[in-house]
């Protein structure tokens, strides 16, 4: 007989989550100090490649409704890390805008990378690799069924 393919340790579903949650928790101390959490810190992460962008542009980027994109939004302009105003080219879009703090942040954050990777302890190209695979997946859980 072969395995079970119901077992739980077989699952990508179960391995990702469990891999998912372990990685944030690393993230978790390295960002405390500056006052983000690991949603936040990806906003900082989008606005940090490119400011201005719109709402609708952070929501597809990171992949996070308007509903829970716009607490964080809001949590990050309290703490002076960026700005909310309404698009000059269109009235009806929101402009997100890095502050001269926020900019200022991304400094701090430079070190965040490299305390990751020497906590898990894995070669840099073994998580390159990962990245690229699960890149692969995101791609294909997000296809349309034909």
Known sequence: MGEDPLALERQVCFALSIAARSVVAIY???LEPMGLTHPQYLVMLALWGRSPLTGKELSG????????LTPLLKRLEAA???RR??????????????????????ERALEIPPQ????????VADLESLHAALTRVIAAARQEPS
Do not use: F
């Open 28 to 30: 978790r101390p390295l």
């Open 61 to 68: 980027m990171l992949a996070l409704d308007p509903g829970t």
């Open 80 to 82: 002076g890390y960026l």
């Open 85 to 106: 105003d309404r698009d000059r080219d269109d009235e009806r879009a929101l402009a997100v805008t890095l502050t001269d703090a926020g900019r200022a942040l991304r």
């Open 116 to 123: 990751v990777v020497a906590t898990l302890g894995m070669p």
